[in-house]
Every structure is written in structure tokens, then in C-alpha cells.
């Protein structure tokens, strides 16, 4: 779609113009409802805005990018995951804890904002409390995974920088097929709607 609407050949409006309307597209292609349309919308803003960033030349630290990317990416995939747009506003309002923060009652004795009306003390998450080893695992793992994501060269550099060998492919051919088995359930269609 963007190069027979021109590209970037015809100027830099009708470039940014374009990018637009492929995102919108774009969404719409996901799916027949206005939260796919919405989250085209928001990735073609976001390219806009990253392209006229560009032009004033300012470099922003990596970390601060990233970070900027990174919160961007998680609310807008709110509206494609969301099957209505009550429901994608109301978890972007419990991702920004406007719904209320509920902390584990063993931090109450540590908060000066037990009055606060944002913050109540209470059952955290009952399959945490049921199973406390889980919380551990789970921070654990999302130590571990933070690093290696943060830190180590991601697939794709991975890929570019290595040579195929046969002890590769049936590594990643055993993966595949592990995976395969841990599916299990059906996970529900995402162009159901369309």
C-alpha cells in the first residue's frame, strides 16, 4: 500500500500522510472493529512522531528510547487485544493504577499512605497467597528474563551472526516440537471479529 500511494517520493507530508493511512489500513486488516483501527492509528502516529522527531536531531540516551518504546508498545496493544473500547480503557486505567493499587497487608506496617484512597491493603493475587512459592519463581524469572532481554543479542542477532549447522536445526526443531506439545488448549482465533 505505501508505495503505490507514493512512498516517500511525493514530499514529506504526503510520506507522513501515507504512513498514516497504511497503519489505519493496517488495523482495519486485523479486524472489522474501531479498537483494530485505533491501534493502526496509534503505531502510524508513533512513526510520525518518531520521523519529525528525527528532523530536530536531538539524540535521546538508549535507555530512554527503549523505555519510551517499550510503554508505548504495551498500551497500544491494549486496544488490539481488547474487545470493546470500555474494556481496553479500563485496563489502561489498572495499568496506570488509577483503579486503585492493592498491596500485600504484610507492607502495610511500612506505608505512610495507608490513608491515600489510591491504596488499600488486602488480598493481593489469591493463587500468590495459595502457592507462595510461585511469587518467588516469578520474580525470579522476571529477574532472569529482564537481563537476558535487556543485556544478551536478541534471535534476530543471533540468526544474522551465526552459521546453520545440522546440531542447530534439530535443537530448534526440538524446541519447535516441544512447544508444540506444552500448546495444548485451542487459544481463541484473533480475526474473530473480521
Not at 538508549?62 to 523505555?67: A, D, E
Not at 493499587?101 to 506505608?111: G, K, M, T, Y
Not at 488486602?122 to 516469578?138: D, M, T
Request: aromatic share 18%.
Amino acid at each position: 500500500l505505501y508505495i503505490p500511494l507514493g512512498g516517500n517520493q511525493q514530499g514529506f507530508a504526503r510520506e507522513l500522510s501515507n504512513l498514516l493511512i497504511v497503519f489505519v489500513l493496517g488495523g482495519l486488516w486485523h479486524g472489522a472493529a474501531w479498537t483494530f483501527v485505533f491501534w493502526g492509528f496509534l503505531h502510524g502516529m508513533a512513526i510520525i512522531t518518531e520521523r519529525l522527531f528525527r528532523l530536530t536531531q536531538i539524540k535521546l540516551p538508549v535507555f530512554v528510547s527503549w523505555l519510551l518504546t517499550f510503554n508505548f508498545v504495551n498500551a497500544a496493544w491494549v486496544f488490539f487485544r481488547a474487545t470493546s473500547w470500555a474494556d481496553a480503557i479500563k485496563v489502561l486505567k489498572g495499568m496506570a493504577g488509577l483503579n486503585g493499587i492493592v498491596l500485600p497487608e504484610s507492607l502495610q506496617r511500612f506505608s505512610t499512605l495507608a490513608k491515600s484512597s489510591l491504596i488499600s491493603f488486602g488480598e493481593w493475587n489469591s493463587v500468590l497467597l495459595e502457592k507462595p512459592y510461585y511469587s518467588n519463581r516469578i520474580l525470579f524469572y522476571l529477574v532472569v528474563f529482564s537481563i537476558l532481554a535487556v543485556f544478551f543479542k536478541n534471535s534476530q542477532e543471533l540468526l544474522l551472526n551465526s552459521k546453520l549447522r545440522l546440531t542447530r536445526v534439530v535443537w530448534i526443531y526440538s524446541l519447535f516440537l516441544f512447544a508444540l506439545v506444552l500448546l495444548g488448549d485451542n487459544p481463541q482465533f484473533l480475526y474473530f471479529n473480521f
